[in-house]
């Protein structure tokens, strides 16, 4: 049955004395992680620092060395700290060894976006679950935590592991941001568990209530419906998002009206919350414009006008021309733009759909000057898309 529960008294003691159900899963301490990216490594340390054994694979033999000699340089805060503190954390290239290593296996690799339909290239998930299938593994618990289109655990992922004895798939995605995982996914609102079976779940609870430093909401439910939860959420935010820049630009266009005044007591009323209420450019990043197409795609392939996503992205994209069209005006003779990742202060470099960087190039394609000042790494990514449009300054330390 599904459910949404917090941590509990009863709970905590059971996890403390290592009372947890173990008809399927051998070996509560050891975890297994395939794929060892920003995510799936930040997952493996934090897991590590409340005592997990963890194993993770990955296919860069130089990589894997740079993890185990503990050599490994990230910008994602804490990863570092954790590594060099870390006592129970191996990574290796062989899938078999870390197959063989636990019965509980959190799958976090890349599903990139695509222009189809189903906006997630699952092919490399879909490959990784066939050798999985090859081993014929057995009393598995198979817990997909990268971001798939609604229908994939059904359609594709179960028909992939068919040969895999009393093993169950489930998926698990994180609600995290780049440049803040480890706090993210140490301190969640809520956890996400789309449970294969009772007893996936159990372990998947288990884990989180002791590595969370917090008491989030532990939501229990389908995979079918975890899948559609996952885009939700993002579709949810980027709607809000998108609201409060259209209140901004209702204000500006209003003399005398103050968009932060408005929006600051729109977000006083609780049914509203000012979380994601700020005016300012629009969203951008790796995960929120392509969720919030996903969902609208889901939508349509099953019969629903999704109204509210596609309106959502027209949205956003008319807040840049707005925000361009605002500084046309003002005729300046140059234009210069500090911090363009995808979102403000963010310590690793993501240009993906960055809102500053569209409204930058509306300007240039308009003719007018505009400087990029940045950090080194982060020009260096912006000359490689746009390369002579704008003029790269180093901006100083």
Same mark, same amino acid.
Not at 3 to 11: D, K, M, Q, W
Not at 47 to 55: A, P, S, W
Not at 285 to 313: H, K, V, W
Not at 361 to 381: F, Q, S, T, Y
């Given at each position: 049955?599904?459910?949404? =529960?917090?941590?509990?008294?009863?709970?905590?003691?059971?996890? %403390?004395?290592?009372?947890? =159900?173990?008809? *399927?899963?051998?070996?509560?301490?050891?975890?297994? @992680?395939?794929?060892?990216?920003?995510?799936?490594?930040?997952?493996?340390?934090?897991?590590?620092?409340?005592?997990?054994?963890?194993?993770?694979?990955?296919?860069?033999?130089?990589? @894997?060395?740079? *993890?185990?000699?503990?050599?490994?340089?990230?910008?994602?805060?804490?990863?570092?700290?954790?590594?060099?503190?870390?006592?129970?954390?191996? /990574?290796?290239?062989?899938?078999? #060894?870390?197959?063989?290593?636990?019965?509980?296996?959190? @799958?976090?690799?890349?599903?990139?976006?695509?222009?189809?339909? #189903?906006?997630?290239?699952?092919? +490399?998930?879909? =490959?990784?679950?066939?050798?999985? $299938?090859?081993?014929?593994?057995?009393?598995?618990?198979?817990?997909?935590?990268?971001?798939? %289109?609604?229908?994939?655990?059904?359609?594709?992922?179960?028909?992939?592991?068919?040969?895999?004895?009393?093993?169950?798939?489930?998926? $698990?995605?994180?609600?995290?941001?780049?440049?803040?995982?480890?706090?993210? %996914?140490?301190?969640?609102?809520?956890?996400?568990?789309?449970?294969?079976?009772?007893?996936?779940?159990?372990?998947?609870?288990?884990?989180? &209530?002791?590595?969370?430093?917090?008491?989030?909401?532990?939501?229990?439910?389908?995979?079918?419906?975890?899948?559609?939860?996952?885009?939700?959420?993002?579709?949810?935010?980027?709607?809000?998002?998108?609201?409060?820049?259209?209140?901004?630009?209702?204000?500006?266009?209003?003399?005398?009206?103050?968009?932060?005044?408005?929006?600051?007591?729109?977000? #006083?009323?609780?049914?509203?919350?000012? !979380?994601?209420?700020?005016?300012?450019?629009? %969203?951008?990043?790796?995960?929120?414009? &392509?969720?919030?197409?996903?969902?609208?795609?889901?939508?349509?392939?099953?019969?629903?006008?999704?109204?509210?996503?596609?309106?959502?992205?027209?949205?956003? +994209?008319?807040?840049?021309?707005?925000? /361009?069209? &605002?500084?046309?005006?003002?005729?300046?003779?140059?234009?210069?733009?500090?911090?363009?990742?995808? !979102?403000?202060?963010?310590?690793?470099?993501?240009?993906?759909?960055?809102?500053?960087?569209?409204?930058?190039?509306?300007?240039?394609? +308009?003719?007018?000057?505009? *400087?990029?000042?940045?950090?080194?790494?982060?020009? #260096?990514?912006?000359?490689? !898309?746009?390369? $002579?449009?704008?003029?790269?300054?180093?901006?100083? +330390?």
């Amino acid at each position: 049955m599904s459910a949404c =529960r917090s941590l509990t008294v009863t709970g905590l003691f059971l996890l %403390f004395f290592g009372i947890m =159900r173990s008809d *399927i899963v051998k070996n509560d301490n050891n975890i297994s @992680i395939l794929g060892l990216g920003r995510l799936g490594f930040c997952t493996a340390l934090c897991l590590e620092k409340v005592g997990y054994n963890v194993l993770g694979v990955d296919i860069l033999p130089s990589y @894997i060395d740079q *993890i185990n000699n503990k050599t490994l340089r990230s910008p994602e805060p804490f990863v570092e700290e954790y590594l060099k503190a870390s006592k129970n954390l191996r /990574a290796t290239t062989s899938l078999d #060894e870390v197959l063989n290593f636990s019965d509980t296996y959190l @799958i976090i690799i890349a599903t990139p976006s695509t222009p189809s339909k #189903e906006a997630y290239d699952h092919s +490399a998930l879909s =490959r990784l679950l066939a050798e999985i $299938n090859k081993r014929r593994v057995k009393n598995k618990h198979v817990v997909i935590c990268c971001t798939i %289109f609604p229908g994939y655990i059904k359609n594709v992922a179960r028909l992939l592991l068919k040969d895999c004895e009393n093993t169950s798939v489930s998926y $698990n995605p994180e609600f995290i941001a780049q440049g803040c995982i480890v706090s993210w %996914f140490e301190k969640p609102d809520m956890v996400l568990i789309g449970e294969g079976s009772k007893a996936a779940g159990d372990r998947l609870e288990a884990i989180y &209530r002791r590595m969370c430093t917090n008491e989030p909401r532990i939501c229990r439910m389908s995979p079918e419906s975890a899948e559609i939860t996952k885009l939700s959420v993002n579709c949810f935010i980027t709607t809000k998002i998108a609201y409060a820049n259209m209140v901004s630009d209702i204000a500006d266009a209003t003399p005398g009206a103050n968009k932060y005044d408005i929006l600051r007591a729109v977000g #006083e009323d609780k049914r509203v919350g000012t !979380k994601c209420l700020n005016p300012g450019y629009g %969203f951008g990043g790796p995960c929120f414009p &392509r969720d919030n197409r996903a969902l609208g795609s889901y939508a349509q392939m099953i019969g629903i006008e999704p109204i509210i996503p596609q309106a959502t992205d027209k949205s956003n +994209a008319q807040h840049a021309q707005l925000m /361009a069209q &605002r500084l046309l005006e003002q005729n300046l003779a140059e234009y210069a733009f500090t911090d363009v990742n995808y !979102k403000d202060k963010c310590p690793v470099v993501i240009l993906e759909e960055s809102q500053k960087l569209a409204v930058a190039e509306i300007l240039a394609k +308009a003719g007018k000057n505009v *400087i990029i000042r940045d950090r080194i790494a982060v020009l #260096e990514e912006v000359k490689q !898309k746009f390369g $002579n449009l704008f003029v790269y300054e180093t901006l100083a +330390a």
